[in-house]
């Protein structure tokens, strides 16, 4: 029951939400998630590790990048029915939808030369 819970409590907010539902499109950084939902630094990385102890995003450095994206395999099933899922719920909500256009926008190179 430990492992539900933990991906429920990582799926009970709505800026993780919001991390995964980009996800979906496409691998990123801390710094574009930080660009795209407007938040500080620290408050992204610190839901990025509560996603990874659920099971839900993993990472991969990319020389001086750590790159996010979807789990591709998790020990927890939930994780892995809850991504499933996911991919069919929310897309049209305002706020989901918007950043999903916006995503194209957020490059780490243009946001790390500003």
Known sequence: MKAFIRVMKALSDPSRVKIIKMLER????????????GLAQPTVSKHLKLLEEAGLVGYRKDGPW???SLAKESDSPYASAMLLQMKDWLNNEKEV??????????????????
């Open 26 to 37: 496409k691998e990123l950084c801390v710094c574009e998630l930080t660009a795209a939902l």
């Open 66 to 68: 750590v790159n996010y």
């Open 97 to 114: 939808a918007e950043l999903i256009l916006q995503l194209p926008a957020f490059d780490r190179e243009r946001i790390n030369a500003a």
